[in-house]
């Protein structure tokens, strides 16, 4: 079977799925916490290689306040979970802005945890023009130089991103490494996530015909 | 209804669509410029405000010449077509190339033909990296400088992207215009375009929340 190096995550449909459930919208995102240990999980157990999950983003902040402290509770508590994991930890996002959660700073430096293992990125205050607006290069041309100016440079390539919640599209999600990604979506809602929806989209992108835009 | 003002088309299937058909590959793609016309009547009609054309890319360039050299000719031919509608048409992509076929050179400053009307854009030798390469301004860190700094300037943010082929992926389509764009994939082949394929994908835009990351 083939595996995706890379996976992209976004754990859309939090807002729904409380809402589904009779709860306030801005309750749902803390239902989603298990999911993301339970996905990392079934990766790590399949050898997924590097793995990145859209926490919030800079477009999200402008949500009602209840929401957005909602979701960067989460954000914090998911970081903190998953540095019990193995593996090789960084948090990518725009750290000079006061949506950037202070607690999640020391985690802005890639760290080795446990016995090390996957590559495994976590988005928090992640903006698409924040991203591509570092441009230290002047006179970038190729794609070496593009992606090294990126202020996600140590993100790699993603091949597959899958998001949960039926909505297609990408939101401003890494938009250079995700130009040639395969996309998979889940109607499902993020709280609602089991491992047969991974499997599914691993299975599907088995059979795509990869080739980079050639 | 909803309409999305811009509209992305990613016409892929040409090969495919020429081997089930009991032909080379390369053929596949003159069998899609009456897909390109019908397309662009239909929305027209709509009163869609902007469409642009995925044509080939610098991705596609190393592929076999024979088929290199039948898209080229395809796409010269597409533009040549479009260029008797009322429209105002502009050609994208990378002139500083060989892979770029000299007599769309005067293509690529807009033109308003006919009445004019819908803005419609044509990517030809488009490659992403040669879009975000451009960089003349070297501090650009917000929204609009980042998209007056790109090649592809004058293409407005895309609302839906409608892709044929059933492959589910960008392959590098302008990828800062697409941040939030709706994705529509379509199974059938370009060469097999029917009015309906539009009307389902405008179907089913109507039905999504835009919510441009918010």
Not at 128 to 142: I, M, Q
Not at 194 to 211: F, G, P, R, S
């Amino acid at each position: 079977m083939k595996l995706p190096n890379h996976i992209g995550i976004i754990p859309d449909g939090n807002r729904r799925w409380a809402c589904k459930n009779n709860m306030e919208k801005e309750k749902g995102y803390e239902f989603g916490l298990i999911s993301g240990i339970k996905l990392f999980k079934c990766c790590e157990k399949l050898g997924i290689k590097e793995l990145t999950y859209y926490g919030f983003t800079t477009d999200n902040t402008k949500r009602p306040s209840i929401q957005r402290k909602a979701f960067t509770k989460a954000c914090v508590k998911a970081v903190k979970m998953l540095f019990k994991e193995n593996a090789s930890l960084l948090v990518v996002g725009n750290t000079n802005s006061p949506m950037f959660p202070k607690e999640l700073l020391p985690y802005t430096v890639r760290k080795r945890l446990g016995n090390g293992g996957m590559k495994l990125n976590f988005l928090v205050n992640y903006g698409w023009e924040w991203d591509l607006g570092k441009s230290v290069d002047c006179h970038f041309t190729n794609r070496s130089s593009i992606i090294s100016n990126l202020n996600s440079h140590d993100i790699s390539r993603v091949d597959l991103i899958i998001r949960w919640g039926g909505r297609r599209r990408l939101s401003g999600f890494l938009p250079v490494q995700s130009v040639y990604s395969d996309f998979y979506i889940i109607d499902d809602y993020w709280p609602d996530f089991k491992n047969e929806h991974l499997m599914q989209a691993l299975e599907w992108y088995n059979h795509q015909d990869i080739t980079l835009g050639g």
